[in-house]
Structures are given as C-alpha cells and as structure tokens.
C-alpha cells in the first residue's frame, strides 16, 4: 500500500471504501496477465457495490483467461481533497495500483447526474480528459449503461460506448484488443475494427451538423462508419454468466444482501419509462435456475438477505414456484427473502405475508404515477383506481399499516385537476384503511413523494417538453397545500437537479464543453445533496455560450432530427401508420383488448406482446405497446399481416 494512502486512511470517512482485500475479490498474478481494466463505477463505494450489472461485468471479465478486471470507485470529498493535497492518484482497489497504468479504462453509466464524476475520475488518474488526447493503445477508455443510449454528451471523452446488454460484446472487445495488443495496432486502427463488433459506437465516426436555430441538420457516419448501431440483447438468461461468488463489502453498502435476477425487460408500455423500452425484449429464468442460483450466492457469501428482483417483479410468472422453493430453505438458513417491484395490480397478499411471517409488517411501496385515471392512461399505466384501492385494502386487512406512494409531475397533459387527483386518491386510501385495518391503534403511515418528469430518450415521451422548475414548484405547492391529515408525509424532488438530467437526457455535444468547465469549477457528486451546487452548472452554460431550456422546455419537433438517432433500441418510429387503438392486426399475434380513455387519443397505441419469441410468433402475454415506439423484433409479423 502507498505510504501517502496508509497516512490519509485515518483521517477520512469509511476508510474501508478504499482498501480492497474484501473476501470473493479477484486477485491475480500479474506475471499471467496481458490486460488490465480499470472497471470505474462513478460513484461512492456504497452505490456501486450494490450494482448488480457491475458484479456480473467484474466476473465475466475476470474469468477470462489473461485479463484481470479491477474495481475503482469514485473517493468521497474528504478523500478526493487529501488525495490532492498529497498528489495521490486515483488507484484500483484489488492491486491498489494506479488507473493510469490501465490498459483500458471501463465506465458503467446508469444516472447521467454521475457524468461530471467520470470526468472527475479521469482527473484524478492523470488521465487525459479528451479522446483525441490520449494516444496509442494505452488508457483506452469505453463506457456501457443505459445512459449509453444517448451518447452525446459524452462523446467528446470516451473512445467507445457498448451499447445494450455486456456479457457477450465485452468478451468480444477483450479478444479484439489482446489481438491489437500483440500485433501493434495503433488506437485509430483498433477504433475501426472494434466498431466492427455489433452494439459498439465510435462517436469520432460520426460528424454533427447544426441548424441557424440551433436543432441538428445531419449525422454524417465518417470511415465506413454504419449509420445505425443497434445494442447487443442476451437471448437464454438461464446459460448466461451469473456472479454467484459475489464480492463481500468491506462496509456496508446500499443494497447490503445478494440479488437474484428473475428477467430482464418489461411487459408493461409505460410511455416515461426509459428502461421498461430500452431493456426489451422480455427474457427470464426457469425457476430452477434461480433456486440454485441463489443458494450458491448465499453459501459464497454468507448474506442473511437475500431479493427477487427486476423491473417489475411480480410480473414474473414463475414467482410463486420460485418462492415455494426458496422460503423453506431461508427460514432453515435464518435468510431473509424480499420482493420489491411489486404493482398494485398483481399484488399477492398471501406472498407477503409468507415472506414477513413472525416478523414485523414493513411499509408496502406502490407507483400510481397519477392520480386521475385520465392521466394515467395518458401515460399507459394500465392501472385504475379501484386496483390501487382494491390492493390497500388486501394489505390493511392483512395488518400493513405503512404505505408508499410514488407519482410525477409535470407529465404531458397533466392539469391542476390531475395534481390534486393525487390528493383525493391518497385520502380515499386513508379511508380504505379506517374501512379495513385489523389494528387501528397502531395507526396509518402514507408516504407520498413525487419526482419532476424527465423526457427520456426511446419513450413515447422523448418528444415532450418539460415543464419549468417554477411551474413544478407550484404544483408540488398546490398539491402540499391540500394534505390535511398528519397521516400523510410528503416529499418531492429538488428541481434543478431533475432540470439538469433533463439536460444531460436530451442532450447533445455541445455539452462536452458544459460538463468540462463544471467540472474544472468543481463540480462533481451531483447525485449527492452535500455536492450538487447548481451554481457552477449554470456559470459552466453561461461560459459556454449554452441555452439548456433547449434540451428541457422546447418540445421537440416530430420530425426533428434527434442526437441519439445513431442509437438502435429494438423499437422504431410510426411503422404502424394507420393503425389505431381497438383495431386488430393478422397472424394472431396481437390483441384487441385494450383499456383506454378519449382523451389519450394524441397517443395511440397499438396492442401488441411484447413477450420476447423468435418465429414462428408463440405468445400468451399481452401488453399495450405506445406508438409510434413497436418492437423492432415484431415488424416481420406486421408486414405478414
């Protein structure tokens, strides 16, 4: 260990955050090892320690034969000031050695409020901020997330960006760069023939063109450059690489328990969600699989908790199975067993109460997302009043007395009448528990929060304006202003900070510039509340000679040009045309049976599965897919019909 560090180490909050040595960490000998990556998560240790797609991105690197993947984190302010003060470079946690020695340099982005800590990080290595400043094959630096999916703001930084799914396509850069390694290829070659490889961007392949008024004229590919890059998908999860020998934290984390993921994708259509459509289509795992799965990362790792999760849990079909097999086996071990992601349409009272058997009833957490019924078929929620209430009722009877409830504001089309929908639902909520608690003595908690809609690249919504910080600030004030009982507590989001992802969401290059003088002032931890100072972004826009109400309160033209249109998702834009809501397409693929209300007529929406399948089209989900986003993977089954 450094000397400077071993000094330093006392004086810092956590020490434990910088020192490695955690049990299950992968230690190799260098002598047998031809390629270092330094795996940076932008982030304090507590958060990337708790992410599972970097624990599966750390193993499947690391079993590859001749390269050795190593963890950095981002240092908290403490540290980063005696880091400074001492000229100690930002190091890698399993070798303690040095980012800057790193054959390649990998960064996982799933928050854009974390692009001035990449920055950051690249400072404190001495790392070369730009791509055109960093020669040869040494320091590459790529990056994957679903922030990936607009890479603009970034492409003045990183060399590439792996788009979608990583276990396979990371394997492929590996293989190529050894490959470039032994043979002496200089960085611009390996830049052509790693963009070769399915689901990679080179964003200096592409030139960017503006118009007088500031929207983008023309993405030209340069160098043989394909016009779309389209992300890499996992298609058999069961067969695909699981971290069972998971890394123990050496402090406690966010999310201090074992993971196991049941699917990936959604079958719901929510038209804000960037994750529910870039994350299509919907794989899972055979219950089987799970079960031993989870036993082998519980014996590995010794937790005493462990969660069923992805984006919407309970809509895996194999649950019950699932938990039938698992709660016996944690109730002998002493393991607890949890299931977020819940919907208030499918809640299963009789799971929970299994799976909170002896122990105390925690809060249930529900995302209404709207409070009028109106609103929420705007935004394709596929969920009514009566099963929000019909669910709080279940629960109450079943002694739940503590309630969460998620919502937005500053949806398309929302009025005033929506917001204080959100006040009448959350009172006729109170009144579902005095109807049917079992223990009113110990009275009713109801937590309500609401977040500043963002505008997300690949929705339905990626079209839409924001709505001003000020005009949110009223509605969370108009909406404060109507919760009377001291059974309610209410939060909302800050507004600049949401503003800000807004930005960064829609964002194009020009922010490049932006995000280097925030960073050169300071700016760094905006995920954090003791470090997001919007002062230094908003002088890094006036420097910069930038607007960013252009990215956030302009609506976008349905016809403009958009900067992620390189980006391939697996949805694509009005090739449906003509066919609306109620109506029925051939080859018995699609359903008719749709829930919808007149006045989300702007946003038709074409019924189709979005279940996974290859042909010849076997499906038994249904779901509401918004136009003019449908499945790519569907289209064949549209042009039969």
């Given amino acids: 260990m450094d000397k400077r560090l071993e000094r330093i180490l006392p004086r810092v909050q956590k020490p434990a955050r910088y020192v490695g040595g955690e049990y299950n960490a992968v230690k190799k000998d260098p002598a047998h090892v031809d390629t270092r990556i330094a795996f940076c998560f932008p982030d304090t240790y507590e958060i990337g320690m708790s992410n599972l797609g970097m624990r599966i991105l750390y193993g499947v690197m690391n079993n590859m034969e001749g390269v050795w993947c190593q963890r950095v984190f981002a240092p908290w302010g403490d540290m980063e000031e005696k880091m400074r003060a001492q000229n100690l470079p930002l190091w890698a946690l399993e070798s303690q050695e040095p980012v800057k020695d790193f054959d390649m340099i990998a960064f996982t982005i799933g928050y854009e409020m974390a692009y001035s800590n990449i920055l950051n990080m690249l400072n404190l290595a001495g790392v070369p901020l730009r791509s055109k400043d960093r020669q040869g094959l040494k320091n590459i630096v790529f990056a994957g997330g679903v922030c990936a999916f607009n890479p603009e703001p970034l492409a003045d930084f990183i060399d590439f960006f792996s788009l979608g799914e990583g276990e396979d396509i990371t394997v492929e850069i590996l293989q190529l ?107 899972k795992k055979s219950p089987e699989v799970l079960y031993r799965q989870a036993v082998e990362t519980l014996r590995a790792s010794g937790n005493n908790e462990i969660t069923i999760s992805s984006l919407s849990t309970s809509d895996y079909r194999g649950l019950k199975e699932l938990t039938d097999k698992l709660i016996p086996y944690c109730t002998e071990n002493k393991v607890s067993l949890s299931v977020p992601s819940l919907r208030a349409d499918n809640f299963s009272r009789d799971l929970m109460e299994r799976l909170q058997a002896g122990g105390r009833k925690s809060s249930l ?122 059974s309610i507590e209410y939060d909302y989001h800050a507004p600049d900070l949401s503003r ?107 019924p189709l599965s979005s279940m996974y399948a290859q042909p010849p089209f076997h499906f038994s989900t249904f779901t509401c897919v918004p136009l003019p986003m449908v499945p790519r993977y569907l289209l064949d089954a549209l042009a039969l019909a």
């Fill in 177 to 283: 760069y050894d490959r470039a390694k032994a043979e002496g290829w200089s960085k611009d070659v390996f830049l052509h023939e790693v963009a070769k490889i399915p689901g990679v961007y080179v964003p200096s392949f592409y030139r960017h063109e503006y118009n007088a008024d500031g929207t983008l004229a023309a993405i030209v590919p340069l160098e043989g450059a394909p016009e779309t890059v389209t992300k890499r998908i996992i298609e058999d999860l069961d067969n695909a690489y699981f971290p069972t020998k998971m890394i123990v934290p050496s402090t406690e984390i966010v999310h201090d328990r074992a993971n196991l993921e049941v699917f990936r994708g959604c079958i719901r259509g929510c038209r804000f969600c960037q994750a529910g459509f870039s994350c299509r289509p919907v794989r």
């Fill in 365 to 486: 957490t529900f995302a209404p997302e709207a409070g009028t019924q109106r609103l929420r078929d705007v935004i394709n929620k596929n969920l009514t009043e009566d099963e929000i209430l019909t669910t709080c009722a279940n629960a109450f009877s079943g002694g739940w007395n503590n309630v969460k409830l998620y919502f937005m504001l500053g949806l398309p089309t929302e009025t005033d009448e929506d917001v204080l929908g959100i006040a009448e639902l959350v009172y006729k909520v109170i009144l579902t528990w005095k109807e049917h608690a079992v223990n009113k003595k110990r009275g009713l908690r109801v937590h309500v929060a609401t977040a500043y809609f963002v505008p997300k690249p690949h929705t339905p919504f990626q079209w839409e304006q924001q709505i001003t910080p000020q005009e949110y600030l009223r509605r969370c004030h108009l909406l404060k202003s109507h919760f009377y009982s001291k």
């Fill in 500 to 606: 800000l992802e807004a930005v960064f969401a829609r964002g194009d290059r020009r922010l490049g510039a932006v995000i280097e003088e925030a960073v050169k002032n300071g700016a760094r931890l905006d995920g954090w509340d003791e470090y997001f100072d919007y002062a230094k972004w908003q002088d890094a826009f006036r420097k910069c000679g930038v607007d960013g109400d252009f990215y956030t309160v302009r609506g976008y033209g349905e016809d403009e040009l958009l900067p992620w249109d390189t980006i391939d998702v697996g949805v694509a834009v009005g090739v449906a045309d003509g066919v609306r809501v109620g109506s029925t397409v051939g080859v018995g693929v699609f359903s008719s049976s749709v829930r919808v209300s007149a006045d989300s007529a702007q946003y038709p929406y074409l």
